[in-house]
């Protein structure tokens, strides 16, 4: 099922269903040949996880969301957020699928003109078209309406963008980057977003590695935007889509957050119970004493409605439902806390070997800690909901 799919009702799989359940198979098994070693190998020799990503692209696993017309799998959210899932199950997580085809594939398919789609939409299916996402400015952060990357059409008709970019992910391993600019008027005031896709070595871009605790292998980058210019046939939704183009990638990056967060804290409580299992320190193991058991447990109670709440997400985007937006956010939310609480509690469990970096958990708690911040943060999640959930007044 596609983002244009016609509107049907949402149905959560609690079961997965046998094509589901092969899907998770076949991921799980790609990614558990590569696992956690992988990822840390190429974090610390600063290269992309480029033989993960085409093994995958290979199968069709990059593109499992988008319509099958275009060569996608035609699964939705529903397959690509299982197949997040699994890749962090085995410690394996790709930020480029969360902005390749959840962001800027969603976007194209839902805005895109029928030449921008057969242009652009075979590639991200194959996984060979990567499409990083640059939305974040260093002085409006949160505050998306505030960008101040500017394009402006020239005597030619091309637009040209100047401004700045920055926490931009997995650039290095990208073909094209989504920029959004504001469209400069006349007058020089800025008006609506616009959304453009810029070749990530294009004339006029230079970029600039940003030092980062997390260890993964796609890099965070400065994006620095000197007049790169494109054509009429770069602009995603035209002119007047506004903030609502942009908005058609964002639950898609939601519920891939959503899903990466319950994959790895699941990972780490099941890395936990397993030590808590078998370790013994006062002749029993240290998981009879409910000091652990209990937090354990909760993690469990957590993690598995963060589960559930990401499935909702996933049924209700697929189906076309505008509840999406409330359920993408409640989930991210959900995710995100019981990730870091999982992460946390396991290396709480793992004593003196939760800090050591055999164990493998110091390697997740910054990307668990991410999912707080980012894509969006905890804090504007609950303003959703205060507003739009609850009817609150809007604090800022
Ligand atoms: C590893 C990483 C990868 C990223 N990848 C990308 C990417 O690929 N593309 C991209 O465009 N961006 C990316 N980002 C940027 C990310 O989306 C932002 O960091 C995030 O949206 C928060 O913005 P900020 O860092 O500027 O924080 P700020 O906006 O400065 O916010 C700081 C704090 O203030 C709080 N706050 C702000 N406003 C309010 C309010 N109204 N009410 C209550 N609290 C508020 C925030 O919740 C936060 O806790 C990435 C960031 C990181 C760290």
Same mark, same amino acid.
């Given at each position: 099922?596609?983002? *244009?799919?016609?509107?049907?009702?949402?149905?959560?799989?609690?079961?997965?269903?046998?094509?589901?359940?092969?899907? /998770?198979?076949?991921?799980?098994?790609?990614?558990?040949?590569?696992?956690?070693? %992988?990822? /840390?190998?190429?974090?610390?020799?600063?290269?992309?996880?480029?033989?993960?990503?085409?093994?995958?692209?290979?199968?069709? %696993?990059?593109?499992?969301?988008?319509?099958?017309?275009?060569?996608?799998?035609?699964?939705?959210?529903?397959?690509?957020?299982?197949?997040?899932? #699994?890749?962090?199950l085995?410690? *394996?997580?790709?930020?480029?699928?969360? $902005?390749?085809?959840?962001?800027?594939?969603?976007?194209?398919v839902?805005?895109?003109?029928?030449?921008?789609?057969?242009?652009? =939409?075979?590639g991200?299916?194959?996984?060979?078209?990567r499409?990083?996402?640059? $939305?974040?400015?260093?002085?409006?952060?949160?505050?998306?309406?505030?960008?101040?990357?500017?394009?402006?059409?020239?005597?030619?008709?091309?637009?040209?963008?100047?401004?700045?970019?920055?926490? +931009?992910?997995?650039?290095?391993?990208?073909?094209?980057?989504?920029?959004?600019? /504001?469209?400069?008027?006349?007058?020089? *005031?800025?008006?609506?977003?616009? $959304?453009?896709?810029?070749?990530?070595?294009?004339?006029?871009?230079?970029?600039?590695?940003?030092?980062?605790?997390?260890? =993964?292998?796609?890099?965070?980058? *400065?994006?620095?935007? !000197?007049?790169?210019?494109?054509?009429? #046939?770069?602009?995603?939704?035209?002119?007047?889509?506004?903030i609502?183009?942009?908005?058609?990638?964002?639950?898609?990056?939601?519920?891939?957050?959503?899903?990466?967060?319950v994959?790895?804290?699941?990972?780490?409580?099941?890395?936990a119970a397993? %030590?808590? /299992?078998?370790?013994?320190?006062?002749?029993?193991?240290?998981?009879?004493?409910?000091? @652990?058991?209990?937090?354990?447990?909760?993690?469990?109670?957590?993690?598995e409605?963060?589960?559930?709440?990401?499935?909702?997400?996933?049924?209700?985007?697929?189906?076309?439902?505008?509840?999406?937006? #409330?359920?993408?956010?409640?989930?991210?939310?959900?995710?995100?806390?019981?990730?870091?609480?999982?992460?946390?509690?396991?290396?709480?469990?793992?004593?003196?070997?939760?800090?050591?970096?055999?164990?493998?958990?110091? !390697?997740?708690?910054?990307?668990?800690?991410?999912?707080?911040?980012?894509?969006?943060?905890? #804090?504007? +999640?609950?303003?959703?909901?205060?507003?739009?959930?609850?009817? @609150?007044?809007?604090?800022?």
């Open positions: 099922m596609s983002a *244009t799919a016609e509107r049907s009702e949402p149905v959560i799989q609690l079961v997965p269903s046998d094509e589901e359940r092969l899907l /998770r198979e076949a991921v799980s098994g790609i990614a558990s040949c590569y696992g956690a070693k %992988y990822m /840390r190998e190429k974090a610390d020799a600063g290269e992309p996880p480029t033989e993960l990503w085409d093994a995958l692209a290979e199968k069709g %696993y990059c593109g499992v969301n988008l319509p099958e017309e275009f060569g996608g799998g035609g699964l939705g959210m529903t397959g690509l957020a299982a197949v997040q899932e #699994e890749l962090a085995q410690g *394996t997580t790709q930020l480029l699928l969360v $902005v390749s085809p959840a962001i800027a594939g969603s976007i194209l839902a805005r895109g003109s029928r030449e921008q789609q057969e242009e652009w =939409l075979p991200l299916a194959r996984g060979t078209t499409i990083a996402f640059a $939305v974040t400015e260093p002085d409006a952060g949160t505050n998306t309406h505030n960008i101040k990357t500017r394009a402006k059409q020239n005597a030619e008709g091309n637009w040209v963008l100047k401004g700045q970019k920055t926490y +931009i992910s997995g650039v290095e391993h990208a073909t094209h980057i989504l920029i959004v600019a /504001r469209q400069e008027l006349d007058d020089g *005031t800025l008006g609506l977003p616009l $959304v453009f896709i810029v070749d990530v070595d294009a004339a006029g871009l230079t970029r600039e590695s940003i030092p980062m605790a997390l260890r =993964l292998p796609d890099k965070q980058w *400065t994006l620095y935007i !000197d007049g790169i210019e494109v054509g009429d #046939e770069r602009l995603v939704g035209g002119t007047t889509g506004g609502g183009t942009l908005f058609d990638g964002l639950n898609p990056e939601r519920i891939m957050a959503a899903a990466g967060s994959g790895a804290g699941d990972r780490a409580l099941r890395q397993e %030590y808590a /299992r078998e370790r013994e320190v006062w002749g029993k193991p240290i998981g009879t004493h409910q000091g @652990l058991s209990h937090p354990l447990a909760k993690c469990k109670v957590d993690i409605l963060a589960r559930v709440m990401t499935q909702k997400a996933c049924a209700l985007y697929d189906a076309g439902f505008k509840g999406a937006g #409330e359920a993408s956010n409640m989930a991210k939310y959900a995710a995100a806390e019981a990730c870091v609480e999982c992460v946390d509690q396991a290396i709480q469990v793992h004593g003196g070997n939760g800090i050591a970096l055999e164990y493998g958990l110091t !390697d997740m708690w910054w990307g668990a800690r991410l999912n707080k911040i980012a894509p969006v943060s905890r #804090e504007m +999640i609950l303003n959703y909901v205060a507003e739009h959930s609850l009817g @609150l007044p809007k604090s800022y």
